[in-house]
């Protein structure tokens, strides 16, 4: 039975070595697998290890060439549906190719999210996968670009997870989707069922990547058919169930009338349901609802939600497929998921005469 170390402390490589009678040095070098070793020598050394409940200080492995590979994901936040999704599919590849995952969270903080990209840097992560959109600031696409040429030189790899790239000859790898495709389809759905009156719920501050890309879909749709749109029909909200209620709650106070309602996010597509039910209007017979992501919990709304799919998990695994192989998919550096329009129960023409109904 090798001897537990006296002070109390957790085993350290002297002890190990102590216990299987060799030096510091064929510790470490038993553990890192770099150099030959006796088979004798290393069955003493691995014994010890397994008595003492050694721990290799994953640290200490890195320096000596052996280190933990790891894969970086960060995100807004860990409740989104979207951002679960993506951060599921990221795991499953990291996983599958032999890798440790590392989980951060920005809060919505652009700054924190660069700080927790250099902070990745500099524990060696082998990719460092950004998820979700993005603030186009002027200051905050040259920093980024500036990490990207430094996880470059340093042998990692930015990963843009759902939005677009940064810029020319930024060494990144970019997989994204159709996000104003998949805006632009269900917009001209909503039209070809007649609706000429459509409130778009998601417009924000100008340079967001994923806002900036819905909407312009939702405009692009009314500039191919042909139709006005006016600014009143965009409302600034945040992505959760309680910016669309207020939101919705806010057209219908108003003195203008709609037939269907275009929420940027299913979440935000739940609030909008739950103002229309509470102002005693059906949907999809008075005011049609449509969303976009395709969650589950599209399928569990009442009624079921027309919205726009999106393979989120598809979208985290492409991620690190291809940035941690990138000499296999050298040409796939840049590659743009496809979205479709998935039709449930939500919308349908819109009524003869509409009207509108105050909140009481």
Same mark, same amino acid.
């Given at each position: #039975?090798?001897?537990?170390?006296?002070?109390?402390?957790?085993?350290?490589?002297?002890?190990?070595?102590?216990?299987?009678?060799?030096?510091?040095?064929?510790?470490?070098?038993?553990?890192?697998?770099? !150099?030959?070793?006796?088979?004798?020598?290393?069955?003493?050394?691995?014994?010890?290890?397994?008595?003492? &409940? !050694?721990?290799?200080?994953?640290?200490?492995?890195?320096?000596?060439?052996?280190?933990?590979?790891?894969?970086?994901?960060?995100?807004?936040? /860990?409740?989104?549906?979207?951002?679960?999704?993506?951060?599921?599919?990221?795991?499953?590849?990291?996983?599958?190719?032999?890798?440790?995952?590392?989980?951060?969270?920005?809060? $919505?903080?652009?700054?924190?999210?660069?700080?927790?990209?250099?902070? #990745?840097?500099?524990?060696?992560?082998?990719?460092?996968?950004?998820? $979700?959109?993005?603030?186009?600031?002027?200051?905050?696409?040259?920093?980024? #670009?500036?990490?990207?040429?430094?996880?470059?030189?340093?042998?990692?790899? /930015?990963?843009?997870?759902?939005?677009?790239? *940064?810029?020319?000859?930024?060494?990144?790898?970019?997989?994204?989707?159709?996000?104003?495709?998949?805006?632009?389809?269900?917009?001209?759905?909503?039209?070809?069922?007649?609706?000429?009156?459509?409130?778009? *719920?998601?417009? $924000?501050?100008?340079?967001?990547?994923?806002?900036?890309?819905?909407?312009?879909?939702?405009?692009?749709?009314?500039?191919?058919?042909?139709?006005? #749109?006016?600014?009143?029909?965009?409302?600034?909200?945040?992505? &959760?169930?309680?910016?669309? !209620?207020?939101?919705?709650?806010?057209? *219908?106070?108003?003195?203008?009338?709609?037939?269907?309602?275009?929420?940027?996010?299913?979440?935000?597509?739940?609030?909008?349901?739950?103002?229309?039910?509470?102002?005693?209007?059906?949907?999809?017979?008075?005011?049609?609802?449509?969303?976009?992501? &395709?969650?589950?919990?599209?399928?569990?709304?009442?009624?079921?939600?027309?919205?726009?799919?999106?393979?989120?998990?598809?979208?985290?695994?492409?991620?690190?497929?291809?940035?941690?192989?990138?000499?296999?998919?050298?040409?796939?550096?840049?590659?743009?998921?496809?979205?479709?329009?998935?039709?449930?129960?939500?919308?349908?023409?819109?009524?003869?005469?509409?009207?509108?109904?105050?909140?009481?």
């Amino acid at each position: #039975m090798a001897r537990q170390p006296t002070s109390g402390d957790r085993p350290t490589v002297k002890d190990v070595a102590a216990a299987s009678g060799v030096s510091a040095t064929t510790v470490s070098r038993v553990l890192a697998g770099n !150099y030959p070793v006796s088979a004798a020598t290393r069955a003493r050394v691995l014994k010890a290890v397994r008595e003492l &409940d !050694y721990v290799i200080n994953a640290q200490a492995r890195a320096l000596v060439g052996g280190g933990t590979k790891t894969v970086a994901f960060i995100v807004h936040d /860990l409740v989104g549906p979207s951002f679960a999704y993506v951060g599921q599919g990221v795991e499953q590849q990291a996983t599958a190719e032999g890798r440790l995952c590392l989980v951060c969270a920005t809060h $919505g903080d652009p700054e924190r999210e660069l700080e927790l990209v250099e902070l #990745m840097r500099e524990q060696q992560a082998e990719a460092v996968v950004l998820v $979700g959109g993005r603030v186009n600031s002027r200051s905050y696409v040259e920093r980024a #670009m500036q990490i990207a040429h430094a996880l470059d030189k340093s042998g990692s790899r /930015l990963v843009l997870c759902g939005s677009p790239p *940064l810029g020319p000859d930024v060494p990144a790898t970019v997989v994204e989707y159709d996000n104003e495709g998949g805006a632009y389809a269900v917009t001209s759905y909503l039209i070809s069922l007649g609706h000429r009156d459509i409130a778009f *719920l998601g417009a $924000g501050e100008p340079g967001h990547t994923t806002i900036d890309g819905r909407l312009r879909g939702f405009e692009r749709a009314h500039e191919a058919h042909q139709l006005p #749109m006016t600014p009143h029909r965009t409302r600034a909200i945040t992505f &959760d169930r309680e910016s669309g !209620y207020q939101a919705t709650r806010d057209l *219908l106070s108003g003195d203008r009338t709609f037939t269907a309602i275009f929420a940027a996010t299913d979440v935000v597509a739940s609030g909008v349901l739950v103002a229309l039910r509470e102002a005693g209007l059906r949907v999809p017979e008075d005011v049609s609802v449509v969303g976009y992501d &395709d969650i589950p919990l599209a399928r569990d709304l009442t009624p079921e939600l027309t919205t726009v799919h999106v393979d989120y998990e598809e979208l985290g695994r492409t991620a690190v497929r291809y940035a941690l192989n990138r000499d296999r998919h050298a040409m796939s550096q840049h590659t743009v998921i496809g979205t479709h329009v998935i039709i449930r129960d939500s919308a349908g023409p819109p009524p003869r005469r509409s009207g509108r109904a105050d909140l009481r």
